[in-house]
């Protein structure tokens, strides 16, 4: 029963002194490690110290007294985890982050939500989900005032819409979550303390938690003021929680690292009802985050569509998910067993198990660290009469051994793979006969013949049709000669560095990427001296009547159906790119390439802004890092900003739209010069571009939702 640790080498003995004073292993942060004696050896390192028979007892009795002491010392609180309101997350096993971008989940075509579409695709393509984190804010967020609540508030259909859309998820079985970013001290303040506020909007869209982004803990006042209000919420905090928290944070992300040998997770070791949703989000192979959810009876945060980037799960990661996470479904109840054994002993180096009793049941949840098959025997148990056991992976009944006072029993397990066993006196359960039947059909299929080959999605350009070629130039506009240019040009994007995906793909280019080098020969083009102002989009409305059918936040500074008093040559703004497009057809004209805006702005000498190499604050409009909005400045406000063509006021007053870029999963439009609001308190705000080098992606969701009082635009017209 021992052969495993008695196998492995050591790299050091027990420690006798710690600097923890309750036990002889410290946490790694959230994880606690096995006994040191477990771990491969290597000569170079020193004398080889074996595991005895009796380390897994005295490691096991050594955390078992830790956990007790913490508990005393931090006052747990356990009455959260006994709240019917919040029971649903101790089976939330696959819980995926979804940007609100997502075309699987709304259909701007349409003009509606998409649930079932959503989650279809999940239960085909893994298994399904448990819940899900509905992400409205990051990356867009800071590309105007509208604070994080306002951001789920401008989502299609306003409040009522979201709140339908929640009751979809619901439908299906479903908890929904959304972020609180208490980073968020830029944009408008709330009009009451950010817990009650939060509080509120959550129970009027019915919402069922809340993922805490950033946050080392939620702190205790969220809770209250959600129980206050009659609509208990489940924290789950990014980061790890003081061990005081875990009384009010039922739920915390697990950002691990993945050794050989699992780590056992803090929290769930301090409350076995507590839910880890491990999240991994860039990594490609997630066989880590798979078999550490699994030996410790936690979930996964099944996180593809990373802030635009689309980091698809494999199928061969994909069919592991659909197997452990049937398990762990059918088998929750014994997941929060307070009898949870982790490294139950095996015979096999590299096969780790956890033990789950309850009553005279038990379930083991197995992993495979190891790149090959093994078969044969695995694991000792202590002999009981008439006990059964039933290898739940595969779906069927094992033979057990008998061994003196134990038990052997026998099995296989692929390689990186996954077993299940579950220990029953007499007939199993018609869920378990249920869960076997099920399982014996998923399996007949190793997962070796799965691909684990992870590939890149590629995005296709929006047609952006020419228009009627004009000889002379317009009224209004400047004529760009065209000739020999180098498009160079780079992402702003905060995260995801040089990874594939990040960013855009140009046509000429196999892949999305962050650094962009293109040379091209450039027809002339026409192209509005000035963005275009309020009182031409007037003129626009007056002319055509126009009326969008996502109306929200349309023309938002706008009062019955007028632009403020003295705005009239100022930037337009609260306008979709469907709305910018709307008013250039109208126009004889259309939204100018991103290579024709760089090159208008840039001409052909590389220079780094319209006006020069150096940054010349006279030259745009004063920041405004106030937390609401002051309006733009006129868009004649600022010539020395002028570019070699005189085009004028093309950084810094308002971004201006460009192109657009899609994949199967997300649109995005790339927005030019940066803007004047600058909000101010941290990193994460929608970053700027003022350089000639530089553009901003902006996520794409619904005109509603895409308005923003920091984005204008400016056209083009072809030229003969």
């Known amino acids: 029963m021992l052969r495993a640790l008695i196998l492995g080498l050591a790299v050091a003995t027990i420690p006798l002194t710690t600097e923890a004073q309750d036990t002889a292993y410290p946490a790694r942060g959230q994880q606690i490690p096995p006994p040191n004696c477990m ?73 509606r939500y998409t649930v079932d579409r959503y989650l279809d695709d999940l ?78 909007l959550m129970k009027e869209i019915n919402a069922d938690g809340v993922n805490g982004d950033t946050q080392d803990g939620v702190p205790l006042e969220f809770s209250l003021a959600a129980e206050k209000i009659d609509h208990p919420l489940a924290f789950e905090p990014e980061d790890s929680p003081s061990d ?11 950002q691990y690292n993945f050794p050989f040998i699992p780590m056992v997770d803090r929290f769930k070791w301090l409350e076995t009802r507590h839910m880890v949703n491990i999240s991994d989000r860039w990594n490609l192979d997630k066989t880590d985050d798979l078999q550490y959810a699994f030996f410790n009876g936690v979930g996964w945060e099944s996180w593809e569509n990373v802030w635009g980037i689309w980091n698809g799960i494999t199928p061969r990661d994909a069919e592991a998910t659909r197997r452990i996470a049937t398990i762990e479904r059918a088998m929750a109840h014994f997941l929060v067993s307070p009898g949870w054994e982790p490294l139950y002993p095996m015979h096999s180096y590299g096969i780790y198990a956890s033990r789950w009793p309850i009553g005279s049941e038990t379930v083991w949840t197995i992993v495979n660290r190891t790149a090959y098959d093994t078969s044969g025997p695995q694991m ?60 014996a059909a998923m399996t007949t299929e190793p997962l070796a013949h799965f691909s684990h080959q992870w590939t890149v999605l590629t995005q296709k350009i929006v047609e952006n049709p020419p228009t009627t070629p004009a000889a002379d130039t317009p009224e209004g506009m400047v004529r760009i000669p065209g000739g020999d240019f180098d498009f160079r040009v780079q992402g702003t994007e905060i995260e995801g560095s040089d990874d594939p995906g990040v960013d855009v793909q140009y046509p000429w280019e196999d892949a999305p990427r962050r650094f962009h080098e293109h040379r091209m020969v450039m027809k002339p083009f026409f192209i509005d001296k000035y963005p275009v102002t309020n009182a031409q989009f007037k003129q626009f409305l007056d002319a055509t009547h126009y009326t969008p059918v996502d109306g929200g936040n349309f023309l938002r500074d706008w009062k019955n159906g007028a632009y403020p008093e003295g705005w009239a040559n100022r930037p337009v703004t609260w306008v979709s790119i469907e709305d910018a497009r709307s008013y250039a057809k109208w126009a004889g004209k259309r939204l100018p390439h991103e290579w024709e805006w760089q090159m208008a702005a840039q001409g052909t000498d590389g220079r780094e802004y319209p006006w020069g190499n150096q940054w010349q604050p006279v030259n745009v409009p004063m920041p405004d890092k106030d937390r609401t909005m002051r309006g733009p400045d006129p868009v004649d406000a600022h010539p020395q900003g002028a570019s070699p063509y005189g085009v004028m006021d093309l950084v810094g007053n308002v971004w201006q739209w460009t192109e657009e870029f899609t994949d199967e999963h997300t649109r995005a439009a790339i927005l030019r010069g940066g ?11 929608f970053p700027p571009a003022f350089g000639n080098h530089e553009h901003s992606k902006l996520l794409l969701m619904a005109p509603s939702y895409d308005r923003s009082g920091g984005i204008g635009f400016r056209c083009v017209r072809d030229a003969q």
């Not at 803007?675 to 705000?685: A, L, M, N, R, V």
């Open 675 to 685: 803007e004047y609001f600058q909000p101010q308190g941290s990193i994460w705000y």
């Open 380 to 439: 000792d148990v202590p002999a009981v009469p008439g006990m059964r056991y039933f290898d739940l992976y595969h779906g069927v009944e094992l033979q057990p051994e008998p061994n003196g006072t134990h038990t052997t029993l026998s099995f296989s397990i692929e390689a990186n793979g996954f077993g299940a066993i579950l220990a029953t006196l007499g007939e199993p359960s018609t869920v378990v006969q249920s869960l076997m039947k099920r399982m």
């Open 39 to 111: 771990y491969l050896h290597h000569a170079w390192e020193g004398p080889e110290v074996t595991c005895r028979s009796n380390t897994h007892q005295l490691w096991l009795a050594d955390i078992q007294h830790w956990r007790a002491e913490r508990r005393i010392r931090v006052a747990f609180d356990p009455s959260r985890y006994e709240m019917p309101a919040l029971s649903w997350t101790q089976s939330g096993f696959i819980q995926p982050q979804m940007m609100v971008q997502d075309r699987y989940f709304y259909d701007p075509a349409t003009h």
């Open 123 to 200: 239960e085909k393509r893994y298994g399904g989900i448990d819940a899900v984190l509905v992400w409205a804010t990051y990356p867009n967020m800071g590309v105007d005032s509208r604070n994080q609540l306002e951001m789920v508030e401008s989502m299609p259909g306003g409040i009522e819409g979201v709140r339908q859309m929640v009751a979809d998820f619901h439908r299906r079985g479903v908890r929904v979550l959304f972020p609180m970013m208490m980073w968020d001290e830029g944009t408008e303040a709330p009009s009451q303390p950010w817990p009650q506020a939060l509080a509120a």
């Open 244 to 254: 005081e928290a875990l009384s009010w944070n039922v739920m915390t992300w697990g």
